[in-house]
Every structure is written in C-alpha cells, then in structure tokens.
C-alpha cells in the first residue's frame, strides 16, 4: 500500500464533507493535511470574523434598561474585554461613548452634563460617576414616594399659607 492510496480515502472523505463552494479551497492541496490545514484557516477565520461582528453588534446596541450601574458597565467592560482578547484595539473614549449611549432616561442631566464638559478621562471615572448619581436617584425616589404615601394618607404637613390672620372682635 502506498501513501498516495492510504491517504486517498482521507481526501476523499475531507472533499465530500464540505459544501460545493468551499471545494475550490482545497482543491489544489496535495495532502490530507494541507487540505485540513486550508479549511482549519478559513474557518477560524470566519469564526473570528464572525465573533468580531457579534461583539460590535453588542457593544452597539446594549442598554442599561432595569440593571443597576454596578451590573451594566460590568458588562460593557466584559463585552470590551473579550473585543481586546481577539486583537481589536479599544480605546477609553470609545468605552465611555457606549456607556452614556446606552444609560437611561433618568441619566439624561448627567449626560447631558458630560456632553457639555466633555467626557471623564476615563471609563473608571464615569461609572464612579454613575455610582453616585444612581445613588443619589435612589435616595430623592424615595423621599418622593415617601411623600406621595404619607401626603394620601393626610398625614404630610401641608404648607402654610403666608397670609395673616387678622384677629376679629367678638
């Protein structure tokens, strides 16, 4: 048995397993393992390019909605993480952008305050930001609901009128 009749099999099998298109990628290839190694690159590289593409999309369209501060520049910082570990430079003012593009509505005056004084000079120095004004949100929500509650209930002091009273004689 000779190599070119052991290894004829093996080719035979690598060329009927891939689809008609990708056949003119390993055509030329003399051995088995040539043809392995044409398809191992075109699909890794079509893999990567294809994890590359999800990652933008991600990072494109991702909103804080209901999660807290804490929980949505944790996954803005993991999507830029796994963007990084595949060779894709990722600079802080990009970070920063997605971050204020995708916070909620109640965020709007410290985004428009950012906009206006220009970013943070960095991604750590916004989220510190967003930790306290979420904090602060919180703190006035529930004074304000404290307020409705008691004010239905009759007990919230109302305000006072300024006129004097005059005192009539009886």
Same mark, same amino acid.
């Given at each position: 048995?000779?190599?070119?009749?052991?290894?004829?099999?093996?080719?035979?099998?690598?060329?009927?397993?891939?689809?008609?298109?990708m056949?003119?990628?390993?055509r030329?290839a003399?051995?088995?393992?040539?043809?392995?190694?044409?398809?191992?690159?075109i699909? /890794?590289?079509?893999?990567t390019?294809?994890h590359?593409?999800?990652?933008?999309?991600?990072?494109?369209?991702?909103?804080?909605?209901?999660?807290?501060?804490?929980?949505?520049?944790?996954?803005?910082?993991?999507?830029?993480?796994?963007?990084?570990?595949?060779?894709?430079?990722?600079?802080e003012?990009?970070?920063?952008?997605?971050?204020?593009?995708g916070? /909620?509505?109640?965020?709007?005056?410290?985004?428009m305050?950012?906009?206006?004084?220009g970013?943070?000079?960095s991604?750590?120095n916004?989220?510190?930001?967003?930790?306290?004004?979420?904090n602060?949100?919180?703190?006035?929500?529930?004074?304000?609901?404290?307020?409705?509650?008691?004010?239905?209930?009759g007990w919230?002091?109302?305000?006072?009128?300024?006129?004097?009273?005059?005192?009539?004689?009886?």
């Amino acid at each position: 048995l000779t190599w070119e009749q052991a290894v004829s099999p093996v080719m035979y099998c690598l060329a009927t397993c891939v689809h008609d298109h990708m056949l003119s990628h390993i055509r030329d290839a003399k051995t088995s393992k040539e043809t392995w190694e044409n398809l191992k690159k075109i699909f /890794a590289t079509n893999t990567t390019t294809a994890h590359k593409l999800q990652l933008r999309q991600e990072l494109n369209n991702i909103q804080q909605n209901g999660m807290f501060v804490s929980d949505y520049t944790a996954k803005i910082k993991c999507i830029y993480d796994s963007v990084s570990s595949i060779d894709i430079n990722v600079d802080e003012d990009e970070m920063v952008q997605v971050c204020l593009g995708g916070l /909620a509505q109640r965020f709007n005056p410290l985004r428009m305050a950012i906009m206006v004084r220009g970013n943070p000079d960095s991604f750590f120095n916004l989220q510190s930001l967003l930790l306290v004004e979420e904090n602060h949100i919180q703190i006035k929500s529930k004074t304000s609901e404290g307020k409705i509650f008691f004010s239905k209930l009759g007990w919230w002091p109302k305000t006072r009128s300024r006129r004097k009273r005059s005192i009539r004689p009886i």
